[in-house]
C-alpha cells in the first residue's frame, strides 16, 4: 500500500500530532514557539507557512521539509463537519397542552430605560435550547405614547428598536423550566405585549405595562452623536475613557472582586472583555465554568448552554453599570484551547442569538464582533456579515456594534458599524492616524488598543506611563478616543490586560485629567482644528482652542490666533495635571512662554467673548 504523506494541504494538527511530523515542522517553522500554534492547529500547513515569521523560513530548508513531510505515514486525514441548524419543530409539545397556559409573571410598571424581565414557567423535555423557540412583539399604545425623552441622537440603527416600537423581543431558556424576555423601553406610555413560540404553553401569552420616567442617574443607552462622539439617551455627553482586561471575569472570585474596586477608584468609562475564556501569554490558568455543557477532554455540547455561565457574567455587568462603566462585550477571540473559536457555522450563530437574546436588554452593553477578526483564520468576511445581521436582528435596543483589527482593517463602512473599534497599524504611529480616518469612515474613532503601559517583552507591551497619556492626547486632540490598558509583571502573573486585578501604572491618573480638559469645551466634546504645520490643534471652533506638543519641549510658542476674539491663554502641563493662566488677555499674535522647556505641554485658547 502507499504511503499518503503530509503536504501543503494537510492540516496543522494531523502533522502536529504525529510525532515525526511535528519533529520536522519544529526543525524549520517556529510554530511550536508560538503563542498562537493553538488558534492555528485548523490551517493547512501551506497556509501556516505564509504567516508572519513562518514566511521568513529559508527557501532551501522548507523544500527540505516539505520533502521529509511526503515520505511519512499521514494516515486518515481529519474531514471536518459541521453540525446543521435544527429548527424547532412545531410539535414540541402534544395537542392536549392549552395555548397559553404557562404560568407568566412580569412587572406592571417600570421606567424608561429600566430592564424589564417577563418570567415564563415552561416544559424542560427534549433540549429546550434548541427545541423551543420564544419571541415576543411588544407595542405602544398611540395615545399613551410619550418620546419626548428620547434624545434626537445621530444613531446607526436598523430601526428595530426605534421609539414607539412595534419591538421584537426574542426569548431564551434560563434553565430549570425557566423562560425570559427582555425588554428595555425606549418611550413612556402603556406598553403591551403578545408572545409566540412553537411550544404551545408558551404561545399567545401577553400583558401591559405602563413605563413612566425613568429613575434618578438612568440616562439610557450610549449611542452615536454629531457622527463622532457619543452620547446617552437622554442627550448627556458620554466621554469613552476604555480600558482593557479581557478575561477578567474568569478569574478566581476575589480577583474578580478586586478588579471591580480597581474599577471604582479609576476614571474608566469602557471596559473591553471576552465573552469566552482566554488563552495566552500570562493567562493560562482554567476557569472555573464554562458556557457549554460538556469538557475539554469529552467534547463540548454546543446545543446546550449553561446558564450560570450567562448569569454571573450579568451580574458583573450589572456591577459595572453601577459604576458607570460601559462593557464592550468582545463575542469571539482567536486566543482559544477549548475550540469556542471554531464552532462551526450553526453553532456559531445560536450562541450569538442566545447571547444577545440574553444581554440586549442591559444599558451598558457594547458588541465587539471580534477581537482582531483577522487571526480568526477559519472565519470568513462574510461569516462576520452573517453574524452581525443575527446581532441586529436580535437586539431590539440596537447597541454600539463594531469588529476589531489586528493586522488589517475591516471595512468600517459597512452599515452595520456604529463605531471603528482599531488596533494600531504601526508600532509608533497609531493616534496621530486618528482625523484621517475619521475623514476615511465618517464615524467615531475608538482606538481601543495602542499598546499597554507595562514592561513585558512584547513591543504591545511596554510603553512608558508618559507614551501612553501621549497617545490619549494624540487621539483626542483629533477628534478621537484612545483606550487604556497595562500589562505590568509581578509574580502572580495577574496582568491588568488580562485577568484585571490592581491597577498600577501612572497613566489613569492623566487619563482623568484629559477627561476634565475635554469635557470644559463648551461643546464637551474635542474636533480637529486647522493644525500648524508641526502641531495639531483640537477644540471647537474658535471658542476653545488646544495645541499639543506631546514628546517635543519648545520654550515658548508663537501662536497667531483667529480674528474678531479675545483670548484667555493657558499653559497646561498634561503630565503634571496642572493649568497655569497666563496674565491678562490675547489676540492677534502673541508669544506663550512655555519654559522650563519640557515635554507634554499644551495651550488652550478660551475666547472671552
Known amino acids: 500500500m502507499p504511503i499518503h504523506g503530509f503536504s501543503a494541504d494537510s492540516v496543522l494538527a494531523d502533522v502536529l500530532d504525529n510525532p515525526e511530523g511535528r519533529s520536522i515542522v519544529q526543525a524549520h517553522l517556529p510554530i511550536i514557539n508560538s503563542p498562537m500554534q493553538l488558534q492555528l492547529r485548523a490551517l493547512t500547513l501551506g497556509r501556516v507557512a505564509e504567516i508572519g515569521v513562518m514566511a521568513r523560513a529559508n527557501g532551501d530548508a522548507l ?11 499521514a494516515g486518515t486525514p481529519s474531514v471536518r463537519v459541521d453540525a446543521p441548524a435544527i429548527v424547532p419543530s412545531p410539535g414540541y409539545e402534544s395537542d392536549r397542552i392549552f395555548v397559553g397556559s404557562a404560568a407568566l409573571s412580569y412587572p406592571r410598571d417600570a421606567g424608561l430605560w429600566d430592564t ?30 410619550d418620546t419626548d425623552d428620547t434624545a434626537d441622537t445621530d444613531t446607526t440603527t436598523d430601526g428595530s428598536g426605534a421609539p414607539g416600537g412595534p419591538v421584537f423581543v426574542g426569548g431564551f431558556y434560563d434553565g430549570d423550566g425557566r423562560y425570559l424576555l427582555r425588554f428595555l423601553p425606549r418611550a413612556s406610555g402603556e406598553w403591551s405585549f403578545v408572545t409566540r413560540s412553537n411550544a404551545r404553553s408558551l404561545h399567545n401569552l401577553a400583558g401591559t405595562i405602563t413605563v413612566t420616567d425613568p429613575e434618578e442617574g438612568n440616562q439610557g443607552v450610549v449611542r452615536v452623536a454629531d457622527t463622532f462622539h457619543f452620547a446617552y439617551d437622554d442627550g448627556t455627553r458620554y466621554l469613552p475613557l476604555g480600558t482593557t482586561a479581557y478575561a477578567w471575569t474568569h478569574q478566581p472570585e476575589a480577583l474578580q472582586e478586586q478588579t471591580l474596586a480597581s474599577l471604582g477608584d479609576a476614571p474608566f468609562t469602557k471596559m473591553r472583555m ?14 472555573e465554568i464554562f458556557p457549554f455543557e460538556g469538557s475539554l477532554e469529552d467534547g463540548w455540547d454546543f446545543t446546550r448552554f449553561v446558564p450560570e455561565y450567562f448569569q454571573h457574567l450579568e451580574r458583573r455587568l450589572s456591577e459595572l453599570e453601577a459604576l458607570g462603566i460601559e462593557a464592550d462585550l468582545i463575542l469571539f477571540h482567536a486566543y482559544d484551547r477549548w475550540g469556542f473559536s471554531d464552532m462551526g457555522t450553526a453553532a456559531d450563530d445560536r450562541f450569538v442569538q442566545y447571547l444577545v437574546r440574553r444581554l440586549s436588554a442591559f444599558r451598558n452593553v457594547w458588541w465587539s464582533l471580534a477581537n482582531e477578526y ?5 472565519k470568513t468576511e462574510a461569516d462576520w456579515e452573517r453574524m452581525a445581521r443575527v446581532i441586529r436582528r436580535n437586539d431590539p435596543t440596537d447597541h454600539l456594534l463594531s469588529i476589531h483589527n489586528c493586522l488589517a482593517f475591516y471595512d468600517y463602512g459597512r452599515d452595520w458599524v456604529t463605531h471603528c473599534s482599531v488596533q494600531r497599524i504601526d508600532v509608533y504611529r497609531t493616534s496621530e492616524n486618528t482625523d484621517a480616518w475619521r475623514q476615511q469612515w465618517g464615524k467615531p474613532i475608538v482606538i481601543d488598543e495602542c499598546a499597554y503601559e507595562g514592561d513585558i517583552d512584547q513591543g504591545w507591551g511596554n510603553i512608558t ?12 486632540i483629533r477628534g478621537g478616543y484612545v483606550g487604556h490598558g497595562e500589562t505590568y509583571l509581578n509574580d502572580r502573573e495577574e496582568l491588568w490586560w488580562s485577568k484585571g486585578g490592581e491597577l498600577v501604572g501612572t497613566s489613569p491618573d492623566r487619563i482623568a485629567f484629559l477627561a476634565r480638559i475635554t469635557a470644559e469645551s463648551p461643546s464637551g466634546v474635542l474636533e480637529p482644528l486647522d493644525g500648524d504645520w508641526d502641531v ?7 471658542e476653545y482652542r488646544i ?24 499653559v497646561i502641563d498634561t503630565w503634571n495635571m496642572t493649568v497655569d493662566r497666563l ?17 507634554y505641554m499644551a495651550v488652550r485658547l478660551t475666547a472671552l467673548d
Request: with cysteine; aromatic share 14%.
Open 536 to 542: 495639531p490643534w483640537g477644540g471647537h471652533g474658535d
Open 63 to 73: 523544500a527540505a521539509m516539505w520533502e521529509q513531510l511526503a515520505l511519512l505515514d
Open 465 to 476: 506611563g508618559e507614551e501612553m497619556t501621549r497617545r490619549f492626547w494624540e487621539g483626542a
Open 274 to 287: 471576552c465573552i469566552f475564556p482566554k488563552s495566552y501569554l500570562f493567562n493560562t490558568n482554567e476557569p
Open 116 to 145: 424589564v424581565e417577563i418570567v415564563i414557567g415552561g416544559p424542560s423535555h427534549g433540549n429546550p435550547f434548541v427545541d423551543v423557540d420564544l419571541d415576543a412583539t411588544f407595542t405602544l399604545a398611540a395615545d399613551t405614547a
Open 374 to 378: 483577522d487571526l480568526l483564520w477559519s
Open 583 to 599: 496674565p491678562g488677555t490675547f489676540e492677534g499674535a502673541f508669544r506663550v512662554p512655555l519654559q522650563p522647556a519640557r515635554q
Open 547 to 570: 495645541a499639543y506638543f506631546g514628546f517635543n519641549r519648545p520654550s515658548y510658542r508663537d501662536v497667531t490666533a483667529p480674528a474678531g476674539h479675545t483670548y484667555a491663554v493657558d
